[in-house]
């Protein structure tokens, strides 16, 4: 069986990822979630927070060979902890995620999307953004269970901005990794028609596909526990 680190995206927290966590267990599985500094009850000041804090707290989680997901923004924080530190990072799987290109940001990324459907929700607050509540059931959890969206409405924290806006240079540490894909179709906080070019450059049979919104830990938490379990069947060791 595997291990598995859950890394939230943006506002998110560990608090995110419970019915997965329960669904890859009872799948016979080893998994945890972190909150990334700043976020979820972690108490590190927003405004101080880098993606380096965050690679370091991934890279402090491990202490035997783990795949991490990272979810959404989560792609940058995983790629940044295999490049500081891959000795436990047995595999990266990105959950209709921002899949670094060398020398960007993920707000670079965001911005050269085919589409901006985040942008009418985004909410500036100084050194972090947030998200406006009254729009977060469409672009995040229209198609969750219900309660999901006071669930998640009542956890949701500021997210800092300069994490988001600080370039990710890749080397080999990162690319030796073996890395997959999940597109979710009916996404619409990131483009699905874009999660297919951030997968490109994959080899065959590492872009799977969950007919889920942007939040399938809540849509379709046993389906996607299901699929990490068939990814992590294909990694080595």
Known sequence: MARFLLVHGSCHGAWCWRDVIAALQALGHEAAAIDLPGHGADPTPRETVTLDDYARAITGSLSAPTILV????????????????????????????????????????????????????????????????????????????????DYALAHLTPQPILPQETPLTLTPRSAAVPQHYIRCTEDRAIPPEYQLTMAQGLPDGHLHHLPSSHSPFFAMPGALAALLGRIAATLPG
Do not use: K, N
């Not at 060398?102 to 607050?125: C, K, T, W, Y």
């Open 70 to 149: 990272g979810h959404s923004m989560g792609g940058y924080p995983i790629t940044a902890a295999a490049e500081r530190d891959a000795r436990h990072v047995a595999g990266l799987v990105y959950l209709c995620a921002y899949r670094p290109v060398s020398g960007l940001s993920l707000a670079d990324m965001r911005r050269a999307g085919p589409r901006q459907p985040l942008r009418a929700a985004i909410r500036v607050e100084g050194a972090c953004f947030t998200f406006d509540p009254a729009l977060a059931e469409d672009r995040f959890y229209h198609d969750c269970p219900p309660g999901t969206l």
